[in-house]
């Protein structure tokens, strides 16, 4: 990967040393870093926006709130929409502290 990187990189500095990128090629460059930017920013925004809806609509929902749902009766009886969840019946266990130093 360092060889192909080191190449590539050399391959570069010698056409934009020979002069063969011209104002096109360049416009060109900070096109292709904009919209990798701007794909980057959408990706990301699309993440955190899942989270989001999944903090504040969806596990209120699962937990009965709502107008008519009956959701936590039809899929388990009791559940308690709070955050942090381990799941219906604690599937994961109860949470717990993690030590900053220690290692258990």
């Known amino acids: 990967m ?3 990187l ?5 391959e570069v500095v010698r056409e934009s040393m020979a ?13 292709g870093m904009i919209w990798f930017i701007f794909s980057e920013v959408m990706f990301f925004g699309a993440f955190f926006g899942a989270l989001f809806y999944a903090r504040q609509f969806a596990l209120p929902w699962l937990g009965g709130e709502g107008d008519g749902v009956m959701t936590n009766a039809l899929l388990w009886d009791g559940y308690a929409a709070a955050q942090p969840t381990a799941g219906p019946g604690q599937v994961g ?11 258990r």
């Open 2 to 4: 360092l060889a192909v």
């Open 6 to 10: 080191f190449y590539w990189f050399s």
């Open 19 to 31: 002069g063969h990128y011209n104002r096109q090629v360049d416009v060109s460059f900070r096109m």
């Open 93 to 103: 266990g109860h949470f717990q502290t993690i030590p900053a130093w220690a290692c």
